[in-house]
């Protein structure tokens, strides 16, 4: 049972362009989401999160977008940039303290120059 | 300075071999994770570490054995492993449960 879905293996944008990441997921009880970033051979590496008292949160050229009531979250990078290429995960948990992540399969992205 | 780190970087041990796994973070965070990852899958969680007590295990074998010695360790002991625990071992951490993990660069451990 996937809960945290990223239906689209990847994507491939021009350099300058919009790129946006999405993830649907099935628990209603998630209600703190994430977006990591990661390259071959390297950790993942945390960008933006977003509580779901929250409907957006911007960071840069990192924007997170939630709706609830869709159970679906996106990722905006604008403008992209050929750096940005690699896997992205979305991330959800559900509060009372237990720190459990879980992750989505992950977008790779390309971003051309 | 948001530094997770791992050693070794990569490790081969056969499947009677006894190793260790070392994460090491000056963040002041009390949380600390284990997690696994295998190739084109996500991270999937294995341990939780909170105040150097164990809180989660993600029913994992007992031939990996967490140990949190201090608020900035975090070992992972391998003993008598399957060639199919080969796989990208990432630590993490987080300033308490519920907050943003960062992670390390993880161990790439091959099992012979």
């Known amino acids: 049972d996937q809960q945290v879905k990223q239906n689209s293996p990847s994507l491939s944008v021009q350099e300058g362009r919009i790129s946006i990441l999405n993830c649907d997921y099935t628990?209603?009880?998630?209600?703190?989401f994430l977006w990591y970033k990661k390259y071959p051979a390297e950790g993942p590496t945390f960008l933006i999160s977003?509580?779901?008292?929250?409907d957006k949160n911007e960071d840069g050229r990192f924007t997170v977008f939630l709706n609830k009531s869709a159970k679906h979250l996106s990722l905006h990078i604008v403008p992209s940039q050929p750096g940005d290429s690699a896997v992205y995960f979305c991330?959800?948990?559900?509060?009372?303290?237990?720190?459990?992540?879980?992750f989505g399969q992950g977008t790779t992205l390309q971003v051309k120059p | 300075d948001t530094e997770v780190t791992q050693t070794p970087k990569h490790l081969v041990m056969g499947m009677t071999n006894k190793k260790s796994l070392k994460c090491e973070q000056h963040m002041g965070h009390r949380a600390m994770y284990w997690y696994k990852q295998k190739a084109k899958k996500p991270p999937e969680l294995m341990f939780v570490?909170?105040?150097?007590?164990?809180?989660i295990n993600e029913s994992v074998p007992s031939r990996f054995s967490p140990e949190c010695p201090n608020s900035s360790l975090l070992n992972l002991h391998l003993h008598a492993l399957q060639p199919e625990d080969s796989a990208l071992y990432l630590c993490a951490s987080s300033q308490y449960r519920d907050y943003e993990q960062y992670f390390g660069p993880g161990t790439r451990l091959t099992v012979t």
């Open positions: 977003i509580s779901s008292i929250k």
């Open positions: 628990n209603s009880m998630f209600d703190y």
């Open positions: 991330a959800a948990s559900a509060s009372g303290n237990t720190g459990k992540l879980i």
């Open positions: 570490y909170s105040y150097e007590k164990l809180s």
